[in-house]
């Protein structure tokens, strides 16, 4: 066995300190939260729109049903439906635009 450390072994070692130090509260790391919209706010955000569920899923390319279950709080969009989601609550023409 190799007693010395490659270039990777350092880049994680250097990753887990800058962690660790993060977790101390001795730095900020740069980070992204994206939202858990509760079954109101989808609700509100399609209501806001005045569109029907399936409207509101045909023009944002989601699944008509799944929409239903968020807003009747059964289940909860992914991660990825969770970026849409915000996307489309702050600036919706950009979705339509980009789903053209």
Known sequence: MSTQRTKVGR???KALGEVLAHV???TELPCRIVDDPSAER???LRKRMK???Q???DRFGLDA?????W???RRTPDRAARVLLTVIEKNPKAVEKALV
């Open 11 to 13: 880049d994680v070692e």
């Open 24 to 26: 101390k509260g001795e």
């Open 42 to 44: 989808i609700l509100a």
């Open 51 to 53: 569109l029907s569920r």
């Open 55 to 57: 409207k509101f899923a």
């Open 65 to 69: 049903r799944a929409l239903q279950d």
């Open 71 to 73: 807003e009747q709080g």
